[in-house]
């Protein structure tokens, strides 16, 4: 069985808020030789955890064909970040790569020659065409949508919600992706740093997620364990705006020993039997846990006798009020801090 897709998480079914956002939006052309010295600098900020680039050499050379015939092409859509002024590039990252990589003349490892072109253009590479298709090129326009979200200002909850929505890369990117799409801050760092902790993989799984559900339990452990007091639902906005928050040094730190004293603990009585109530890792069943165990490690500072974690944790796994709030509307706050609260008291005393 492969553990790493085996994963129950009941929070994912939920809805969104009924938040109302104040945005705006403009239209923008710029030229490709614009595009192409945007994307070097990184004024147009591919994110590096986007979908890699899934285009073929052939699709790729049809695109640029187009512009060489003066066709018009599908726009972008990039969102101007308010501290920095970049714009993060939320749709049209094949395009606005092909364009790149067309100018330089490598396409991902190999010569970036067209293919599957009118005959007169068939193998060629940006330096083999004449000066005056080169500049037909470069003149080409790519018309571009640049939004900003002017309320909340203290969020980027609109980025997550067009990401969702407008996002035209093939598969929809799951939540995680989108977070590390859009934050780099320090908690999204910490998740990364701690989603390859030894205790972490020898219970989740040796390979990492493919949706990244891996590190999006790991922050939604640090998220809880950061301000679980002030949980609403639902789940994926209070993620969200925890991967946005600024975390210091000394907080950052704090978070990290919860996580792998817990966690580690956790990992030398069960292994990846942990969190399992059945199959399936349960992320309500994780979260508890790892809220109840930092917890008890925060209040005490000797570690817990082995036998009697054991004795608790078994006898969790078979408290039926604490199951039912693992297993149905997990994300609500009276759920959650049903259960929670449940954890908390059974290592309290260890």
């Not at 994926?236 to 946005?244: G, I, K, S, V, Y």
């Not at 704090?254 to 966690?263: E, G, P, W």
């Not at 039912?324 to 005393?349: G, H, N, P, Y």
Request: net charge neutral; proline share 3%; with cysteine.
């Amino acid at each position: 069985m492969d553990l790493r897709d085996n994963i129950d998480d009941e929070s994912e079914k939920e809805g969104s808020t009924s938040i109302q956002f104040t945005i705006s939006s403009y239209g923008a052309d710029y030229p490709v030789e614009t595009v192409v010295k945007r994307l070097e600098t990184h004024a147009f900020f591919v994110p590096p955890f986007q979908r890699q680039f899934v285009w073929s050499q052939r699709h790729a050379s049809r695109f640029i064909e187009s512009l060489l015939m003066g066709l018009p092409v599908p726009g972008i859509f990039l969102y101007k970040e308010a501290k920095t002024g970049r714009h993060l590039v939320v749709d049209g990252q094949q395009r606005l790569r092909t364009l790149q990589y067309f100018h330089s003349g490598v396409f991902l490892d190999r010569a970036f020659k067209l293919v599957g072109v009118r005959d007169e253009w068939e193998g060629m590479a940006y330096k083999d065409l004449p000066s005056a298709l080169q500049l037909k090129l470069d003149d080409s326009i790519v018309h571009a949508t640049i939004f900003q979200q002017d309320e909340p200002k203290d969020q980027l909850k609109s980025v997550y919600f067009v990401f969702e929505r407008i996002n035209s890369g093939g598969m929809r990117l799951s939540p995680q992706e989108i977070r590390n799409c859009i934050s780099d801050g320090a908690a999204i760092a910490l998740a990364r740093e701690l989603n390859d902790n030894s205790d972490w993989r020898d219970i989740f799984g040796e390979k990492k997620n493919r949706r990244l559900k891996d590190q999006e339990l790991v922050l939604r452990a640090l998220a809880m364990f950061d301000g679980r007091e002030a949980y609403q639902a639902p789940m994926r906005e209070f993620l969200n705006e925890f991967a946005d928050k600024d975390i210091g040094k000394k907080d950052a730190e704090k978070l990290k020993k919860h996580f792998r004293d817990a966690i580690a603990l956790v990992n030398s009585s069960y292994g990846n039997k942990a969190f399992r109530p059945s199959r399936a890792l349960n992320a309500a069943v994780f979260e508890a846990v790892m809220v109840g165990i930092a917890e008890r490690l925060e209040t005490h500072k000797s570690a817990p006798d082995p036998k009697k974690f054991l004795a608790s944790y078994d006898k969790l796994m078979k408290n039926t009020e604490f199951l039912r709030a693992c297993e149905r509307a997990t994300a609500r706050e009276d759920t959650l801090e049903a259960r929670q609260k449940i954890a908390i008291a059974a290592f309290k005393s260890i």
